[in-house]
């Protein structure tokens, strides 16, 4: 008669194939922790970039309609004496430049003007962009002030006059010959060149053409 086979005892893992398996377990679990973290970060780098383009390019569209609809509008001077032309600029004031400006939209149908006073300063980094109520602001007429741009070094503008020469202040120095005071405060220039110093794009020039 054959003998029933004896059953051979169940044999378990041994300390080391334990602590072998938990160490292989643990690189991997390593490995798949940094590239999901390297992924989230590259994401997050991938939105903030995004978001600057974003907010850079609506800065310069919003820079564009104001100097394409710059009209030839002085305004008078907020203590009531005299004029300021319909641009000033200075690098070396803030503002750095202040604009007459048209085609300004009017949904509610205020009464208002459809022209416009704006200017534009910087300062800490920041690109911003103020407007007024009335036209002709008064002492105590404070501007409405809008961040337009962050993160930036610097920003410069200049000024195409009719003889074809970029000017870093607006108006020329001197009206001419044949000018009147009040052609005078009314020149606009042919173009207006804007210089972002970007932190993370370097500079970014736009030249922006100014109707005849």
Known sequence: MRRAPTPRPVRGFTLIEMLVAIFIAAIMFAIGYGVIMQSLRARKAIR????????????????EQD???????????????????????SPSTQPMVMLTRDGWSNPLGLQRPELERVAYEFKKGTLIRLHWNVLDPTLSDKPIKRNLLEHLTGVQLRYLNLDRQWLTAWPPPTPGAQATLDAYYR?????VEVTLDTRRWGKIVRIFGVPG
């Open 48 to 63: 903030a970039d995004q978001h600057q383009l974003l907010a850079l390019q609506n800065a310069l569209r919003v820079m």
């Open 67 to 89: 100097f394409v609809q710059l009209a030839p509008r002085p305004i008078r001077s907020p203590n009531g004496q005299g004029w300021q032309p319909a641009l000033e600029a």
């Open 187 to 191: 020149m606009r220039p042919l173009a």
